[in-house]
Every structure is written in C-alpha cells, then in structure tokens.
C-alpha cells in the first residue's frame, strides 16, 4: 500500500457536530464499566499498599485476616505466582510496578505489598485494613529541588531527547540588550480520572480473558502474555468503555493482580483501585524547576535560549517529564539550549499525564516570553511573530503546516487584545485588579502503525474492528464519521466496534494520536474493501472484509516538524487582600488539522483549557517529608477547578490544511492545556505587576506577593 | 469497613435511649462526614442510629423574637428560610459558603456543629495524629499545616475546626439545645467546643452520648445587617482558609454595637471578643478596624506556612467592615 491510495470521499460526516454514539447509555447507566459489571463466581481483590517509603517487608502476617468472613486468599511476595517483569515496556525497560510481590523491597510509600481476596469487595477491604504488615524502615529522601545532589542528565532515547545544544550561549546572552533569567516551578499532579483502575480477570477454555478500563487493551494484552509468560494469542483484554484515562490507565497492578488472583483461585477475580490507592499506582506527573534564560536584542529577535528543566522519578524505574521539549519546537535563536534533568528518589515513578512535557515546559518558557516582551517594551504577540521560526529550530526540518500566527491573530480579535494597556497593576474594579495575559501553544502530531479491519455485512451494513480506545474523548464517534465519509454511506450504516484486544494491534489513545493513527487505518481498510467490493459480485452471509496494516506508510511519512498549535488568552481578576484568583473569561484558538467532531472537538480543548486552569490556580499534591507519602490524597485535599471556577470559555480553530498529509487529522486531546498556565500567569502579572513563577498561583502566594503598580516584583516561592 | 448495625429512630427519647452511653455507638446525620471517616476507617461505629426521621426538622421564631433550629434541619433549608435570611443573613451565606449542593441537601445543623477536621493527617490512617491517637504525634506542625490554626492551638494540636455556619452562630452567641438519659441541657456555642491544651481528641463539653436537638439564637437586632466572607482555594466546593462573620450597628460615625467570627483559624469557631470590645464606641474607619483587627491577632502563633494567615484575616476585617458600615450609612 503507497500513501497516496488513501483518499477521503467527501460524504460529510466528518467535519458535523455529531453527539456521542454511546452517550445516551452513559447518562442513563446503561454503559457498564469495567468495576460494575456482573459475574457469577466473582471474587474480589483489594490491595494492601505500603505505609513506609524505603525499607523491606519482614512479615505480612495473613493467619489472622484469613480466619476473617469471606475471605479466600491473601496474596504477597512469599506466595504469588511468580511474573517475568524483565521485558522492555513502553519506555524501553522494564517498569516495576507490573511486576508486584515479586520480592520484600519496598521502594516508596504506597507501594503494593498484599491482595486480600474475598467474597465480597466489603469482606476484602474489611479484611485488607486488618492486615498487618511488618517493615525494616530504612531512611528515604522524598524532598525534589532543582540542586538535588541526585540529579543526572538522562540518556537520549527514541521516546525523549535529553539535551540540545548549538551556538554559543553564554556569548549570546552576554550580548543581548534584553535578557530574562529565571527559575519556574510546577507541583506534582495528579490525572486522576474520575473512574479509578479497574479488571475482571478469568480463565476461560484455556484463554485468559480481562475485561479492564486502559488505553490500549493490546498493550494490555501483550504486557500481561509477556508477565504470565502466555501465548499472546491467549489472552484477550477488553474496554468498553473509560470514564477517563490521562496517560494513567496502561498496565498497572490491578491487571496483575487480578489475573494472579484468579489464576490462584480458578474463579474470576476484580480488583478495583481506591482514589487514595491511585494516588501511589498510577503515574503522575513529577514536579518540575525549570530554569529558562532568554536573551533578545533590543527589538525582540532571540539571540539565546536556554531551558534546563529539572524533574524527579523513582529509584526503580526512570519517567523523565520532557519539558524542555517546548523550545526544540517553538522558537529558534543562534545560541539553543535545552536539558531534561532527573532526581531518583523515594517516590512513586511518574508517567505520562496529559500534555507530558508540553505542559510544564510552557508554563516557564511562555512566562519566560511575557517577561521578554515587558523588558523589551513589546507587545507578547508582537515577539511571538517577531520570532517565527522557518523550520525546527532543533531539528531544521521543515514544518508540515505552522499556523500559530493565524491563531494569535484570530485569538486577538475575538480577544479584543488591541485594546489592552500594556502597563500592568493599574486597572481595578471594586476590590478587584483585572489583567489579560496570552501564551502559546504547541503539541507533536504523530503517527504509530495501526491495523483495522473493515466487513461488508450481507445486510448492507459495515462494522469496523479496530483495537482503539474510547477514553471519553469521543474517539468512537469520530471513527465511525470517519469510517462512513470514507465508504460514503450514511454513519447509521456503520458499526463501530473497538477496544478489543482480538482485532490486532493498534495505536493507544494516548500522545494525541489515536484518532489520527486509527482513522489512517481504518481509512485504508476502507479503501481495500472498496477495491474488492468494485470487482463485483454479491456479498457473502459472513460479508467481506478487508484489512489494513498502516505500518509501511507510516514508516514512509516524510520527515517533518509536525505538531498542532494554538494561542491561548487568559482575563483574571485578582484581589490581593484575600489571594483569590478568579479566571474571568478564556480564549483558545487552536491550528489543529482537520477537526473530525467539532461537538467532541470542543469539548476536548476546553476540557484541555480547564485543566490547565486548574494547573494554574488549584492543583498540587502535598508529599510529607516525614513518612514519605501524601497527606490529603483524595478529592478533599487533591483539589482542581470547580464548576464555579470556569468562566465563559471558548474554544475554536483556524483552517489548518496539510495537502501533503494522508490523513490531515491532527490530535486534539492534549494542546488545550499548554501555555494555559502561562496565559493565566501573564494575566494575574498584567493585574497586580508581580511575577507569579510558582504554581499554582495560590491565595496565601497572590496574598503575601500583593500588588506592585508597573511591575517589577516577584512573587517568592514558598513550600 | 466493618459492618454495622443501622437504626432509624423516630423520638427523641428512644434515640438516646438506643445510643445509650455505647462507646460504639454513633447517632448519624446526613453522614456527610461520618460515613466519609467510616470508610477511612477512622470511625468505626457497631451500630448508627440515624436521626434525621426525629421531629426535629422545624425553624421557628421564639417568643422573644429568636429562632430555634432543629437539629436534623438541613443545611439547605437553613440557608433558604425567610426568617434566617431577614434576620441573620450571613448565617444563610455562611452555610451556602459550605460544601456543595449536594452535600447540604444532606448535611444537618447537628452533624454540621460536630463535624471533625479536615486535617490531612487525622483522616490517614498510615500517619500519627494526637486527635486520632493521643500521644502519637502531630506531623502537621512540621508538615503540611498551610490551612491550620493560629490562635488557641498547642503544640498538641494545630488544627481548625471547618464548619462555615458554626462562625455565624458563634457570632450570634447561639445556644445547643441537647438531651441525655438525665434529661434535657443546654449549652452556649462560646462554651461547646473545649480548649485544645492536651487533649485535642476531647472536642466538645456535650455529655457523652446526648443528642443535640436544636440551636436557640436569641434575638439579635444587629445580625439584620450582617456578612459572611469567606476565602477558600477555588470558588467552591472547599473549606475557608479564613473566613469572617461580621454584624455591625454603626450610628453617626460610630459603633454601637459589632459581632465578629473568625472561622478556620482555631480549632473553633473564633469569636473576636478583643476587637469587639476595641471597635464599640469607637470611630467606624479602617484604621479602627486595622487596629481592633491587630489587637485580636497579637496573640497568633504561626507556623511557617500559615502565617499568610494574619494578613488575610486583617484584610478581611477591614474589608468586611467596610462594607458594613457602608450598608448600614445607605
Ligand atoms: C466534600 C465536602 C466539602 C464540605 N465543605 C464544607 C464547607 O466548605 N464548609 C462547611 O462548613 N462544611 C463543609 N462540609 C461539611 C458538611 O457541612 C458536614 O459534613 C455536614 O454539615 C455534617 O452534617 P451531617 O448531618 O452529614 O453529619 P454526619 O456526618 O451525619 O455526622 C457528623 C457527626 O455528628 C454526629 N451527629 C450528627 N447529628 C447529631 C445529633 N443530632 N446529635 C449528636 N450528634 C450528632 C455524628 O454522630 C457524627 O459524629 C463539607 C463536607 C464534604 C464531604
Ligand atoms: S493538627 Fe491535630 S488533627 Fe492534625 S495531625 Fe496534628 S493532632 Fe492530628
């Protein structure tokens, strides 16, 4: 198959506000999820997590608990059936925490250490609170900073690119007539989705089946045939339906456990995660110092750059937040510097979480670009033009298409941008100051080989098989507008099935590239059957399907700079007496490809920009020094934007073609947030005149950093 | 969870009857609170008995020209009632100040009052805490403690006590109405919550096992012209990080007569006798207000993540009282 066989008919679908196909099952409970579907003979499991940070298990003394109603099994390193943790997972080396009781190590709070089984999930969790487990405490270190002594320069690799250099850096800054020097810093979050991990497991004729919530039931499958040391054909992995995911919801110990569970019991097994549990097994995205020095002539062009962006990870397996990544993209200058770092400590490895990188390292490097632009008495708009970059400013690669420029200018109509005063702190309202604040946005638009299988149903109908996940963003949906504009029949006529792991390997919902990766499969399985069904002849009764494997074209994509873009605008009103931040309206308008749902399409990028509210004003997990774990790890404590926090916000797109792109889709879940943290922080220094380089921008930090008319003050970082 | 038995009860004798003086015993609300520290297994009760079928679900004007509460009102009823709204308005907005909607459909004015903090570390079984297990230790003093006490914690204990409704009623010297086996007995709102000293898990001077009934506020021409501030870490759906309950009657310039509460400084309700006493008869200027606001926090003693603390409580004096003297010279 050459790239240029696919091709879309026009019939419409794509590119039509249409709901959800399962919306009305979700909203009135008929769409079962992985924790509350109903089997006969289930058991269920509950985890028992470590309450120390570093040490060994001497004992787990289960005698007692197995004495308690209910209760079938206590599973811990002495007795669990033994896993091959060894092979490489998604990062390129094995990741621990598929692997549990597999030995005494405890390598941060809250790691697994016990499955309690029971007949019911009240008797498990009964039973796995009155479980004691013994410990050798050993001394931890759970404390980031930037100068943590720990720190390294990881090795490059396909998945992250630790370090680029070119020019003469400190040369470049010496001669700048403008320079910004200063260190941002982002808390530990949290996904979190709504509806916590959750798997059945059992063993059925020989083959193993597990009906989860993840992102990819093949990554499943194939993880868990790898562990159990099983035929991959053996082992089918399902999911429904996500309420949810965010880069947390790969193979995690749920899974494993579940699968142990009842390979030890000969019954079916669900285990279920707590909120509290999610806050330890998960991924989460690490803290991050990042330290940015801008250099600029006295117009505004860029002579230096530099991003050193620090970030923590376990000691037992490496996550580096890529946050310096944001630069390599954004904005070129002779002198080009930018460094991923990494701290091991005692704590729980990081993972992605929506926008990894993208994220964080917009909030410093488009803070770092207000500061520019104040310094250089310029307009922020105004210096993002001036300093457009014509290729990747790393890579020199062109761009497949770059329209951050016609964001920015449709972003400031809409915004009414031209009628801002420049001068910060000086416009009030009732105990109130108002600012504006705008930052850029960008996110990678990749590809991965998908394979899709598409039937011509003797009724006239199609279905589509395809391993895709439908976290909540909609993707079903799209796929379906997307399956029938390419057979050119109407949507109703198509049969959506996905997430499955028996329809073959296929791209995750994850990087923002499912939609694009599946729809490239599904578009070229598509084209096969066409070809066959012009040949002629009736359809059979098992109808006729074709097949596609897009691992060859997408090999053969050229070589390119290829990410969405979006310029994100921010007004707040701040009150300095009491610290409170109230984000009054937003604006984001993104350069995304071809926009297959503008109903879902929607909701992802303002679901993306409230989120990044949130990143900006509420979100922080506290880690106590002294045990090591967290103190208020549930929706109490972890706390994000409520209702009452989310202004009016819109969410929009400019044309955004790519002739030379066989599919044109670009990905959408993750560029909402980025550079929303910045735009916020721009605005509350454009309100009150200080810096705000700390996340979130909290009522006690707005409060004792006050208000400096005209600027020049900076907001100092505490805890 | 450990299993428990549930009961509804329907008289108020027969509730305290059932209650008895069973350590293991707890009466249940909304539950609101107590099922959350249930599942957290920091309460584990063998038997609730739920008390929201009492008939203690009425407001009514007292003879004097009060109100009595019942104690199974809702929080949502209390907010929305006429008489509440007229005569002590930031009674309503502190109580709509508090959780959610949902939360306060459910929530009553008893449970409310005995609401347990919301620090981190009471709540996490896996971490010391001297309210949850005397003598085991107070991490949140090197710890976490940004949302903790200033004024009239101790080295015990440092945490806040988060009810919203409790600052207003505090501020209009509210009396508990409560029953035991013994009979009936009362207690000011000034009087119910117990120092912190050493014995921070001793909260409250009820006799063990009494059922609250209801609250008494006496008449209070001044709560006509009250407030309710409060400033949390979003717009909703969080506890005060400081709050303030504030009335004023100002006459010609002056004070006649003022009420202030502070909510989520202290391990209770925090009533600003000191700055009362500084403001009655005096100017209503900001200065005055800044001064009566430093006279009542000279005696904080903060913590290095708390003390914003301070400030934000002397700018919400001073703001609320404003405002106040502004509505009230209309
Ligand atoms: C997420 C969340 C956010 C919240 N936010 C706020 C907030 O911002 N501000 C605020 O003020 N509150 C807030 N609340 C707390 C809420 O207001 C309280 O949980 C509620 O008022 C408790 O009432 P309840 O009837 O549900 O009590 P329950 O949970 O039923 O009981 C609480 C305690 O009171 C006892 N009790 C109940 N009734 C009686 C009685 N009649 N006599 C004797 N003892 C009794 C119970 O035994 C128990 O010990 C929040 C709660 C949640 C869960
Ligand atoms: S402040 Fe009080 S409730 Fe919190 S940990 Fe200390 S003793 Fe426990």
Redesign the pocket.
């Given at each position: 198959m050459t790239v240029t066989t696919v091709t879309t008919a026009v019939t419409g679908a794509v590119g039509t506000a249409h709901t959800r196909l399962e919306g009305r099952d979700k909203v009135t409970g008929a769409a079962r999820y992985a924790g509350e579907i109903p089997y006969a003979e289930l058991a269920h499991g509950w985890l028992v997590v470590s309450t120390i940070a570093r040490g060994r298990i001497r004992s787990v003394e289960s005698a007692p608990v197995l004495d308690m109603p209910g209760v079938l099994a206590v599973l811990h390193h002495g007795n669990a059936p033994r896993v091959n943790g060894d092979y490489a997972g998604m990062l390129g080396r094995p990741d621990p925490i598929v692997a549990p009781f597999q030995h005494d190590r405890v390598p941060y709070a809250g790691w697994p250490v016990a499955l309690v089984v029971a007949e019911t999930s009240e008797q498990a969790r009964e039973a796995a609170e009155a479980l004691v487990v013994r410990y050798d405490e050993e001394p931890h270190d759970v404390a980031f900073s930037a100068g943590h002594p720990g720190t390294y320069t990881p090795e490059n690799s396909p998945h992250m690119q630790a370090e680029t250099e070119k020019g003469d850096l400190e040369a470049e800054l010496a001669a700048s007539a403008a320079v910004v020097d200063a260190e941002y810093t982002t808390p530990e979050e949290h996904h979190s989705p709504l509806e916590p991990h959750a798997a059945m497991a059992r063993w059925d004729n020989g083959r193993l089946e597990v009906v989860d919530s993840n992102q990819g039931s093949m990554w499943v499958a194939d993880e868990l045939a790898k562990l159990f040391s099983l035929d991959p054909a053996s082992v089918r992995v399902r999911s429904e339906h996500v309420g949810g995911a965010f880069g947390s919801k790969g193979v995690r110990p749920h899974q494993v456990c579940a699968v142990m569970a009842t390979t030890v019991l000969h019954r079916p097994v669900r285990v279920v995660l707590t909120r509290r549990q999610m806050f330890s097994l998960v991924g989460y995205r690490s803290p991050t110092a990042q330290r940015v020095r801008l250099g600029a002539d006295a117009d505004g062009r860029l002579r230096a750059f530099d991003h050193q962006a620090h970030c923590l990870t376990s000691t037992v397996h490496e996550f580096v937040e890529p946050s310096a990544g944001v630069g390599r993209v954004m904005y070129d200058a002779a002198a080009h510097h930018t460094v991923n770092r990494v701290v091991p400590l005692d704590v729980p490895t990081p993972t992605f979480m929506r926008a990894p990188g993208e994220a964080p390292g917009s909030f410093a490097v488009e803070s770092a670009l207000d500061e520019l632009a104040e310094k250089c008495g310029m307009d922020p708009i105004a210096l993002r033009t001036l300093n457009e970059p014509d290729a990747g400013p790393v890579s020199g690669l062109p761009f497949s298409s770059r329209n951050l420029l016609a964001c920015f200018q449709e972003g400031a109509r809409r915004f009414g941008w031209a009628d801002r005063d420049p001068r910060p702190g000086l416009h009030r309202e009732g105990r109130w100051l108002l600012g504006t604040g705008t930052a850029a946005a960008s996110f990678p638009s990749g590809a991965a080989p998908s394979t899709a299988a598409v039937t011509a149903e003797a009724d006239g109908t199609f279905t589509v098989r395809i391993t895709a996940a439908d976290v909540g963003t909609g993707a079903r949906t799209a796929l379906t507008q997307i399956a029938a504009d390419a057979l050119e029949v109407a949507p109703e006529r198509v049969r959506m099935r996905i997430a499955d792991s028996d329809f073959g390997p296929a791209m995750v919902a994850g990087g923002s590239m499912g939609t694009r990766s599946w729809a490239w499969a599904v578009m070229a399985a598509v084209s096969e059957l066409r070809e066959r069904l012009s040949l002629g002849g009736g359809i059979p009764p098992e109808g006729i399907t074709a097949r596609s494997n897009t691992a060859e074209a997408v090999g053969a994509l050229p070589s390119r700079e290829r990410h969405a873009f979006g310029a994100q605008f921010a007004e707040v009103a701040v009150d300095v007496t009491t610290g409170e931040v109230r984000v009054r309206r937003m604006l984001g308008i993104f350069a995304a490809g071809r926009i297959v749902n503008p109903l879902t399409a929607r909701s992802q990028l303002v679901g993306g920009m409230i989120w990044g509210l949130s990143m900006a004003l509420h979100e922080e997990a506290f880690r106590d020094k002294a045990s090591g774990g967290h103190v208020g790890a549930d929706f109490?404590g972890y706390h994000f934007a409520a209702n009452a926090d989310v202004p009016l916000i819109e969410a929009d797109w400019v044309d955004d073609p790519d002739d030379d792109d066989p599919v044109g889709i670009k990905g959408i879940g993750e560029i909402g947030i980025v550079g929303v943290a910045a735009a916020i922080a721009n605005a509350v220094w454009h309100a009150t005149g200080v810096r705000h380089r700390h996340l979130p921008i909290r009522p006690d930090r707005v409060l004792l950093a006050g208000a400096e008319p005209g600027g020049g003050r900076d907001a100092r970082s505490r805890r | 969870m450990r299993e428990f038995g549930y009961q509804r009860v329907f008289d108020v004798p027969g509730a305290v009857a059932l209650l008895g003086t069973d350590p293991e015993a707890?009466?249940?609300?909304?539950?609101?609170?107590?099922?959350?520290l249930m599942k957290a297994g920091v309460e584990r009760p063998a038997l609730l008995v739920d008390?929201t079928e009492l008939p203690l679900g009425r407001i009514e004007a007292t003879a004097d020209g009060g109100l009595r509460i019942g104690?199974?009102v809702t929080?949502s009823d209390l907010a929305a009632d006429p008489q509440v709204r007229r005569h002590y308005p930031a009674l309503a907005q502190a109580v709509l100040a508090?959780?959610s909607g949902q939360?306060r459909n459910?929530?009553?004015i008893?449970?409310?009052l005995?609401?347990r903090t919301r620090c981190g570390y009471f709540a996490d079984l896996t971490k010391p805490c001297n309210k949850r297990v005397p003598g085991s230790g107070c991490p949140a003093i090197e710890g976490e403690h940004h949302n903790h006490a200033i004024l009239g914690a101790s080295e015990h204990c440092v945490a806040v006590h988060?009810?919203?409704?409790g600052v207003a009623l505090t501020a209009f010297d509210a009396v508990v109405s409560y029953e035991t086996a013994d009979g009936p007995g009362e207690l000011p709102l000034a009087e119910f919550y117990l120092p912190v000293g050493d014995t921070p898990h001793l909260e409250t001077a009820l006799p063990s096992g009494?059922?609250?009934t209801g609250i008494t506020l006496p008449p209070n021409p001044v709560a006509a012209v009250s407030r309710y501030r409060k400033v949390r870490e979003r717009a909703s759906?969080?506890?005060a990080i400081g709050s303030i309950a504030a009335a004023l009657d100002v006459r010609d310039g002056l004070v006649r007569e003022v009420r202030l509460a502070f909510g989520a400084v202290a391990s209770r309700p925090w009533r600003a006798r000191e700055a009362e006493r500084l403001l009655t008869g005096g100017p209503a200027s900001a200065e005055a207000f800044a001064a009566a606001a430093d006279a009542e926090l000279a005696a904080a003693e903060t913590l290095p993540h708390n003390a914003y603390k301070v400030t934000l409580m002397r700018n919400l004096v001073v703001a609320v009282l404003t405002e106040l003297t502004e509505e009230a010279t209309r």
């Open positions: 109490a | 707890r009466f249940l609300g909304g539950g609101t609170n107590l099922v959350d008390v104690a199974t929080n508090g959780a939360l459910m929530a009553t008893g449970g409310n005995l609401q988060p009810s919203d409704m009494a059922l609250i759906y969080a506890f």
